[in-house]
Nanobody
Framework: QLQLVESGGGLVQPGGSLRLSCVANGASMKNYAIGWFRQAPGKEREGIGCISRRDDTTVYADSVKGRFTISTDNAKNTMYLQMSSLKPEDTAVYYC?????????WGQGTQVTVSS
């Protein structure tokens, strides 16, 4: 059974940086499209970036482009979300995902709070 375990959330000041990790247990991440969503209080879940396995391209939402970077370490079966120049509006619960066809697997979510 594929399971995603996230870590790395926390409180950070505006302008700061944070790195989230997501470890995939039970399957190789290389076989799946991967990425991150987030959900702020009272708002719908927002896709912020993903890596397509079809052509290994990475796309980002306009709201995070140039500030956030998705990367992977295949040896550790782990994906990362490096966030910099954080803003209060980046405050949300962040979720990693893997998808293959109609199957989507989610991490448990990790809270990121950007506040002074």
């Amino acid at each position: 059974q594929l399971q995603l375990v996230e870590s790395g959330g926390g409180l950070v000041q505006p302008g700061g940086s944070l790195r989230l990790s997501c470890v995939a247990n039970g399957a190789s991440m290389k076989n799946y499209a991967i990425g991150w969503f987030r959900q702020a209080p009272g708002k719908e879940r927002e896709g912020i970036g993903c890596i397509s396995r079809r052509d290994d391209t990475t796309v980002y939402a306009d709201s995070v482009k140039g500030r956030f970077t998705i990367s992977t370490d295949n040896a550790k079966n782990t994906m990362y979300l490096q966030m910099s120049s954080l803003k209060p509006e980046d405050t949300a619960v962040y979720y990693c995902f893997l998808s293959q066809g109609s199957h989507v697997y989610w991490g448990q979510g990790t809270q990121v709070t950007v506040s002074s």
